[in-house]
């Protein structure tokens, strides 16, 4: 499943229904509103940054690729909780 879908999926839920019961024009709407939300945390906040700064101080050279994944991917994650946590 895609982030789109996966955002679609939620989104669908919150609304207190689900994905597969909805119409063509109802999931595109979905798509579109995940994808603005996607646009809209695209660029980072200065908590943001500060957040994935953090985790930044300890990539360390001689990685492996998949530690360095591993990094993006908990860097991305703190700074959407940072995102989340302003409310």
Known sequence: MTPIERGMQALAVSLGSETETLDAEARRKLA?????????????DQ????????????????????AYRDDAANIWRSMIAAVLAEG
């Not at 579109?32 to 980072?44: N, Q, T």
């Not at 908590?47 to 998949?66: C, K, T």
């Open 47 to 66: 908590l943001m940054m500060e957040s994935g700064a953090e985790i930044v101080r300890y990539v360390g050279n001689g990685e492996s690729d998949e």
């Open 32 to 44: 579109v509103a995940v994808r603005a939300v996607l646009e809209a945390v695209r660029e980072p």
